[in-house]
């Protein structure tokens, strides 16, 4: 059951329909249907190669299906042009990576920082005042300044975490967020993460292979060449 209970959590978020994709002849999927609220969380799995991460891709606007369309709070990103699916994505979107992909030059903060001036935000006040709230909800108070070489890999993604969410998206997209983490430290990021969605109203759609994370997940769903069925 969907844990979330406002009207504005009811909201339809991400509607897919009979989405399909393949690179050359090879196909990867097809008839894909999905329907996300706001504040729920959703756990994607499937076999290695099934194409999760292309679903993603897709979502987003990284890459353009071959049939069926992508709607995110009722605007079709794959029927925009890259200047404007570039600007949905800055706005309404997250996203949490399992390698990371921090600057390793930057520090903490800067890193956080970077979604907030891709935004166009320009108050160094207003920033910072931004990012130290969202470390310490991140439970990474007093380490704005470090720089990642000096974090360990839970921390490394909570940097992550409080990237993808710093902006306030409406959609987070969370492509194996704890593929490199020890148990008990994947655990924790998958509850901050989970927590973070829900309390801010925002949709997490997680692509993993984690038994830990799907039971974490208001719904469980397994992508399938022919769609997505229920777990």
Same mark, same amino acid.
């Given at each position: ?13 991400? *509607? &897919? ?12 999927? !097809? $008839? ?14 499937? +076999?290695?190669?099934? /194409?999760? =991460? =292309?679903?993603?891709?897709?979502? #987003?606007?990284?890459?353009?299906? %071959? #049939?069926?369309?992508?709607? &995110?709070?009722?605007?079709?990103? %794959? ?6 699916? #570039?600007?949905?994505?800055? +706005? ?12 390793? *030059?930057? =520090?903490?903060? !800067? ?27 991140? /439970?990474?108070?007093?380490?704005? +300044? ?5 974090? =360990? ?17 409406? @959609?987070?997209?969370? %492509? +194996? ?15 901050? @993460?989970?927590?973070?969605?829900? %309390? ?8 993993? !292979?984690?038994? $830990?994370?799907?039971?974490? $997940? ?10 997505? $069925?229920?777990?």
């Amino acid at each position: 059951m969907n844990r979330a209970t406002t009207d504005d959590h009811t909201a339809e978020l991400l *509607h &897919i329909r009979g989405l399909a994709k393949a690179y050359g002849r090879t196909p990867v999927f !097809h $008839a894909v249907e999905l329907r996300m609220r706001r504040g729920e969380v959703v756990a994607l799995l499937g +076999e290695s190669g099934v /194409g999760k =991460s =292309s679903l993603l891709n897709c979502i #987003a606007g990284l890459d353009r299906p %071959d #049939a069926g369309s992508v709607r &995110i709070l009722g605007q079709a990103i %794959d029927a925009l042009a890259e200047p404007q699916a #570039a600007a949905l994505r800055r +706005e309404q979107l997250g996203f949490v990576f399992q390698a990371f992909h921090v600057l390793p *030059h930057l =520090s903490v903060r !800067h890193n956080v920082a970077l979604p907030l001036l891709l935004q166009g935000l320009r108050d160094p006040a207003a920033i910072h005042a931004r990012v130290d709230a969202m470390l310490a909800e991140v /439970g990474l108070a007093g380490l704005a +300044e470090r720089r990642p070489r000096e974090l =360990s890999g839970g921390q490394l993604q909570r940097v992550a975490i409080a990237r993808a969410l710093v902006h306030r998206p409406a @959609l987070i997209l969370a %492509d +194996e967020p704890t593929g490199n983490l020890d148990p008990d430290t994947a655990a924790q990021v998958l509850d901050l @993460l989970c927590a973070q969605a829900r %309390d801010s109203g925002a949709g997490c759609l997680i692509v993993t !292979h984690s038994a $830990a994370a799907a039971a974490r $997940a208001d719904r469980v769903l397994r992508l399938r060449a022919d769609g997505v $069925a229920s777990v």
